[in-house]
């Protein structure tokens, strides 16, 4: 089952979670503790060995013959009902129920005050446990409160005598929606790694027939592309798996989520390195990296710790226990790295683009700019979308719209799985490589000029005439330069 660990308390404490509606109602809108009941289709906030415990010294002062000396209540609420937590019914601002405010009736002195609706038998509900004597422990009973209507609920541990100061409370609650033990925000995503899954499947099995049907003529920068859809698939497959035994358990699978949290991490990290690669021209206008090979994989490395990392808080702690300060420390990192390889890959484009352009590498200078397009579509639609995310949390403090929260991290998803695609597509595998790979032998300025490798790619007998034409043609060129000019780059693209 998924737990909620209290910790101390010496105010209000609250947890808040989206739950949908029960499909099935099984009893009165009441507590209840019959665990026995089938739980298919319920929605419900159950709590478990929940224990109180006061100070010793607030426990010395009570009557020891005394039944009641001390009130803690469990306050369920709908966000849409905070307004029914206090007095403000009452024109008071006091929240727990005073002497005065009691003479109507309207509320018993040292309960919090809640306004019941007796139309809306869904509105907030109490669990109450009291003290007995000089005890200075307290137990809840097993209570479970169905949930009837869907919403973003609080569980709130209130007390209003001022002498419980210092109470801690220990314990776990289970919450369920309908289909599971997945958190309402949670639930469309386990829909969406699904789907992901199945995008990714049928990207690798288009590019694996592709890679097959022209193995002879494969680029290195295949092979890292295939890495990457690889990695793409086993990442969304093990988050469907891990979301899906969330579901049913109510725990966490640790060892699945460390998996699914590495997949991601190793992912992200080989995705960015392949767009800087790809955009310094690597296997294209350059055989080799050469002297900024340890500055990527430093890079590298340095990114994909700070996003394990991260992953590992977010996903391996309890619900609530990942802070705001505690995660700017790992986002802000992360962030800065994006921005590094952001500005890194943009630079390097450039440097690319100039050079095909001075060389006149038409075909080449073509595939950039529209690889550079498509990044910079891309980073457009991110930045506008962190706008989004930006407003969004700050116009829904209160997560009323949990409903569509999912949609912020799938975006990110699926943002990558696109510009994968885009690469996927402008550099896939062919029967003429050669047109857009690094020529060793005629050198960068005659990659249009490449050695169509056709059939199986294999020259035999026409191996040495081929490389007796090349140098024949070199000598030619240094002669007359005009050859392999702007005209004959046009009729190349028009051959092709």
């Given at each position: ?8 308390m ?43 415990r ?46 005065e ?24 509900k109490?669990?109450q446990t009291?003290?007995?004597g ?86 290195q ?49 080989v ?32 990114y ?21 300060k ?30 095909l ?10 595939l ?5 397009n ?41 943002l ?81």
């Open positions: 089952m998924r737990c909620r660990n209290c910790s101390a010496s105010d209000p404490f609250p947890n808040g979670e989206g739950l949908y509606a029960s499909n099935v109602r099984i009893d009165a809108d009441k507590p209840t503790s019959n665990e026995d009941k089938p739980i298919n289709g319920k929605s419900f906030i159950r709590f478990e060995s929940i224990n109180f006061r100070t010793k010294m607030s426990a010395e002062k009570k009557n020891e013959m005394q039944q009641k000396t001390g009130l803690v209540e469990a306050i369920i609420v709908e966000v849409r009902d905070r307004d029914k937590i206090g007095g403000s019914y009452l024109n008071s601002d006091a929240i727990c129920c005073t002497p405010l009691a003479k109507n009736g309207s509320c018993k002195v040292g309960e919090v005050i809640i306004h019941q609706d007796p139309y809306n038998l869904n509105g907030p109490r669990v009291f003290f007995e000089q005890n200075e422990e307290a137990s809840m009973g097993h209570e479970t409160i169905e949930i009837n209507s869907t919403g973003m609920y609080y569980l709130y541990f209130m007390y209003c005598d001022p002498e419980l100061k210092g109470l801690q409370i220990s314990g776990k609650t289970v919450w369920r929606n309908p289909e599971g033990y997945l958190p309402g925000k949670m639930a469309p995503l386990m829909t969406f790694s699904a789907f992901m899954s199945f995008a990714y499947l049928v990207l690798g099995l288009v590019w694996f027939v592709r890679f097959v049907q022209y193995w002879k003529d494969i680029m920068l295949h092979y890292h592309i295939t890495a990457v859809i690889g990695l793409g698939m086993c990442e969304m497959a093990l988050w469907y798996f891990e979301y899906a035994n969330f579901n049913s358990t109510g725990t966490r699978p640790m060892g699945i989520t460390l998996w699914a949290v590495t997949f991601s991490a190793v992912k992200k990290t995705s960015r390195l392949l767009l800087l690669v790809v955009s310094m021209g690597y296997g294209v206008v350059r055989p080799t990296l050469g002297g900024v090979t340890m500055k990527i994989i430093l890079l590298g490395v340095t994909f710790i700070f996003s394990e990392a991260l992953g590992l808080v977010e996903h391996l702690g309890n619900i609530n226990d990942f802070t705001g505690a995660r700017l420390l790992l986002v802000l990192p992360v962030s800065l790295l994006d921005a590094c390889f952001i500005i890194w890959i943009f630079s390097s484009l450039s440097q690319t683009l100039e050079k352009q001075i060389k006149k590498s038409l075909a080449k200078f073509a950039y700019q529209k690889f550079t498509s990044l910079a579509v891309s980073v457009l639609l991110s930045v506008a979308w962190i706008g989004y995310e930006l407003y969004f949390n700050a116009a829904d403090p209160l997560s009323e719209l949990w409903r569509r929260a999912w949609i912020i991290p799938a975006f990110w998803t699926l990558a799985y696109i510009i994968l695609v885009v690469i996927c597509i402008l550099w896939a595998p062919s029967h003429n490589p050669t047109r857009y790979a690094y020529s060793e032998e005629t050198g960068d300025d005659l990659e249009e000029e490449g050695i169509p490798l056709t059939g199986g790619g294999v020259m035999v007998a026409g191996d040495l005439a081929t490389k007796v034409d090349i140098k024949e043609r070199k000598v030619s060129s240094a002669i007359e330069p005009h050859v392999f000019g702007l005209g004959e780059d046009l009729e190349e693209d028009k051959r092709v």
